[in-house]
């Protein structure tokens, strides 16, 4: 993995209210959970770098996807400055996923490189009509939030830097990206979809992991799932509260 060493914050620009169904596949129906919206902030090595950014204002997540409240202190520019974290100096944005509550705000991060999986990137283009609200891309009268972002277009797994790597991890999506950076603490993958929850890693009668009920192809989903297992010491979810116990990690 490299030696150099990260430390991961997890920043929440918001909370969503959702069926549990849709983060634990086969069980929860009629549930209400609160999931927050996150953004990781990774610095290592003299490099700064976020993975997902973020979603649309509180108006438009409430419009066209679920109940959303963000607190004055979860504005994206603001979470990032009580983090001591100035958008403009990132270097590095990975968009794990071109779903809307992972790609907004892109326009904050001015000298950053970004990257995507092409495969993504193609599949957000054209989703099947059940994931077309998720990518916002066919919803009338809507532009993608990534429309005017010059990605550099990945084809599978890269070595970002010493000691963080991008996984290519299709499964809740045609091509999901994590990252998995090497820490004081052992290596951490964060996760972003394929687990949505701590809960997800538990699993349930169908056994363990569990994946989320947003996929696109299970035989990958659990492919990356075991993947994971291989690689990680630690995994972070990308939308599970208790994320937000540890203020950094690493
Ligand atoms: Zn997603």
């Not at 590095?92 to 001015?110: G, K, P, Q, S």
């Not at 000298?111 to 599949?123: G, Y």
Request: glycine share 10%; charged share 20%; net charge negative.
């Amino acid at each position: 993995m490299g030696s150099t060493h990260y430390t991961i914050t997890p920043v929440s620009v918001g909370t969503l209210t959702i069926d549990k169904s849709q983060q634990i596949w086969g069980q929860g129906f009629g549930t209400k959970i609160d999931i927050p919206v996150l953004m990781f902030y990774v610095e290592g090595g003299g490099k700064r770098i976020m993975v997902d950014t973020g979603c649309s204002s509180p108006e438009s997540a409430a419009k066209y996807h679920y109940p959303f409240i963000r607190k004055p202190e979860e504005d994206p520019t603001r979470a990032l400055e009580a983090i001591g974290v100035n958008p403009g100096e990132i270097d590095i944005v990975v968009a794990t996923h071109l779903h809307w509550d992972h790609c907004y705000n892109h326009e904050l991060f001015t000298n950053a490189r970004f990257l995507i999986q092409r495969t993504e990137l193609q599949f957000a283009a054209a989703p099947f009509p059940i994931f077309a609200n998720a990518y916002e891309s066919t919803i009338a009268g809507m532009v993608p939030p990534y429309s005017k972002t010059k990605f550099e277009v990945l084809d599978g797994d890269f070595d970002l830097l010493d000691g963080l790597k991008i996984v290519f991890a299709p499964g809740h999506t045609p091509g999901m990206q994590c990252v998995v950076a090497n820490t004081a603490r052992g290596v951490y993958y964060i996760a972003g979809d394929n687990v949505g929850q701590y809960e997800n890693l538990e699993g349930n009668r169908f056994g363990r992991p569990i994946p989320g009920i947003n996929f696109i192809n299970l035989a990958d989903y659990y492919e990356s799932f075991r993947r994971m297992e291989r690689i990680a010491d630690h995994v972070l979810p990308g939308h599970d509260l208790r994320v937000l116990d540890q203020a950094r990690y690493g």
